[in-house]
Nanobody, 121 residues
Framework: QVQLVESGGGLVQPGGSLRLSCAAS????????MGWYRQAPGKQRELVAV???????NYADSVKGRFTISRENAKNTVYLQMNSLKPEDTAVYYC???????????????WGQGTLVTVSS
């Protein structure tokens, strides 16, 4: 099994910054991609940012230029640096990973439990 543990959410004022972290643990052979999704009240879950095992990244248009995703592959960890936060960024943020598990080498998509980010004055 593979587990994702997120941290770093909280309350921040508009224009402020937060950094989310997500660490993967368990029977991991490799991680192909790690990313962040978010779900605001009454809305569907949406992709925020994703980073592949290489250097490729992809962002939602709404966060481009404000959020930065990065991976620390040696620690199976992904970060999301969020700057210039807006009230509309308020949501539960979920970590996601596309993994190959050991020893079966089978594909497994894993989700974290979510961490709440609230942007409010």
């Amino acid at each position: 099994q593979v587990q994702l543990v997120e941290s770093g959410g909280g309350l921040v004022q508009p224009g402020g910054s937060l950094r989310l972290s997500c660490a993967a643990s368990g029977s991991i052979f490799s991680i192909m991609a790690m990313g962040w999704y978010r779900q605001a009240p009454g809305k569907q879950r949406e992709l925020v940012a994703v980073a592949t095992s290489g250097v490729s990244t992809n962002y939602a248009d709404s966060v481009k230029g404000r959020f930065t995703i990065s991976r620390e592959n040696a620690k199976n960890t992904v970060y999301l640096q969020m700057n210039s936060l807006k009230p509309e960024d308020t949501a539960v943020y979920y970590c996601n990973a596309h993994t190959i598990v050991a020893p079966t080498n089978r594909y497994l998509e894993v989700w974290g439990q979510g961490t709440l980010v609230t942007v409010s004055s």
